[in-house]
């Protein structure tokens, strides 16, 4: 087997909420936003992130580019540790991976005109390269992502949301990344644009066989554009699955649960969502049993006791207990 | 008669850079415990409709045609006559929940002055009201949380005080703009079906302003197609789906990724939304429609039969 491009492993991310303290020497609040996560990525694949706001999607997606570092675990990209190497190996992985971000116009700065946000990362990662060079290299990307050359000196407000979304993939496409991590690139774009971006996405991912994460809470898009797909809930994940699995049989409670409530562009579909009950657990309490204990239809007592590992449920992986005993 | 008549309306506002025309020429009717949707992208002027039929549109604008309510023109009222309609009558659900609650102000308070605004119930009257209403929206423990502050209240939970204010004084219509585009699928379900309990067991008509089809599909009797201002298309939400009689309703269904009935490549709608600073002349969907012929790009389609467009529904690709 070829080893995966990235690795995750029992990640942990937590937080230290400071005005949570009572009294000065009250230790401080810890909020947890991502608890042992652990996944691979082989080269040139899709991974989808779906899970409901506060899950800790866009934390882990953070994490893995080394812009929060992990309380423990491990993210292991092309061999190496992501968050303890020296500084220039951090430069030379900025490179290979690059990030998207949710909202298009407030992710460019609007000082800069497009020509120049696109050329700044080649004069940072590349300084070898000529001016003209650069200009060449930025000029083909922009034209890949669809943005005519009568508009590069132009200021980034003078776009609309879906073309500056564009120009972010373009700066983050120039320097020829290995892995593009997107944090919800369509969620804020109106359908008919979010296609346009989401097929330059694909477009672009096949003919520079990039390796995506791409997080969403839109499961339709998640489900278009993903090979797997991780489901997230308060920082761990429920399950991981191929997509066709996946949206064809949900497993965990959990995704059961968000796919009966996601609304179907059909009218002839009569939805029967599953209400779920309770709320939400608070990230600084989490439960000690299953993360999903306190609201999920299927509980027994010892849920709350114990916290489930993944465990291969057919091609999915799934962390139930109540499905790891049926199993045996 | 009609509940709502809205007739000719015409919305711009005056700008530094000239005047955007944000709403042209669109007319329609809600009755009597009717579910009417208006589904449009950003900028198609869906939010300006609900705003001008409660009064609240911004200084700059400019309006002309006609917002009937009961016989009565909304755009001629002064603020005085339009405080007694706003939320007796026509109620509206804003977007985000946070921002539309007072953050100072308790549940109690938040909800309890309305109806001593408008029907003068004070004391334990209105205490009861508020718990009456809080009970209706499914928040649970009511009575132990009137004196919590918005902050305390899950996303949700928010979003159901503010349909709980909205509905305090039992109004003849709510408008929901995008009550749920803030809201995690599973509290949309939610939220969804108590806007549908409350239409039938009241008999409020509700016109829902939304841009996500999806939501539509399961809620809506009627649905009306808005693009750059102007109605594209209405009729029956399953003909809307099944039927859809309009290239930019066609292409808008085409590019949901579909969760039913995955396929390789979206089908985008190529280019961008209408540059509104310019006067209509013509139809605004001409220059992203597959179908548009020479005359799409001077003549401006009359809305007819339920549809906005020259080409017949036969032609069509």
Redesign the interface.
Known sequence: MTQPLLSVRDLHVQFTVGNAKKWPWSPPGIVSAVNGVSFDVPRGKTLGVVG??GCGKSTLIRAIAGLNPPTSGKVIFDGKDVNYGNKRDLNALRRRMQMIFQDPIASLNPRMTVREIVTEPLRYFRPELSEEERRIVSRGMLDRVGIAQRNFNRYPHEF????CQRIGIARALVTEPDVLLCDEPVSAL???????V??IL?ELQRDMNLTLIFVA?????V??ISEEILVMYMGGVMEHAPAIDL?GEPQHPYTQ???????????????Q?Q??EG??PSPMNLPTGCLFETRCPKRSPECAQTRPQLHRQGPAQVACLKLEKELI | MSLLSIRNLNIQFATNDGMVHAVNDVSFDIQKGQKLAIVGESGSGKSQIALSAMGLLAKNARTSGEILFDGQDILKMSTRALNKIRTREIAMIFQDPMSSLNPYMRIERQLGEIVELHEGLKGSAQRKRVLDVMDAVQIPDAKNRLKSYPHEFSGGMRQRIVIAMALICNPRLILADEPTTALDVTVQAQIMNLLDEIQRDMGTAIVLITHDLGVVAGFCEETLVLYGGKVMERAKTEQIFEAPAHPYTRGLLRAIPNLADPIDTLQSIPGSPPNQMLEMVACPFAPRCPDAIEACTSTLPPLENGRACLRPVEELS
Not at chain 1, 160 to 163: A, C, K, L, P, T
């Open positions: 409901e706001s609309s949301g879906g073309q109106d359908v008919s644009i979010q296609a346009q989401v097929n694909s809470h839109d499961l339709g898009v489900r278009h949206f649960a968000l796919f009966s409530a996601a609304p179907i562009p059909d009218p002839k579909i009569k939805m969502p209400m779920l709320e939400l």
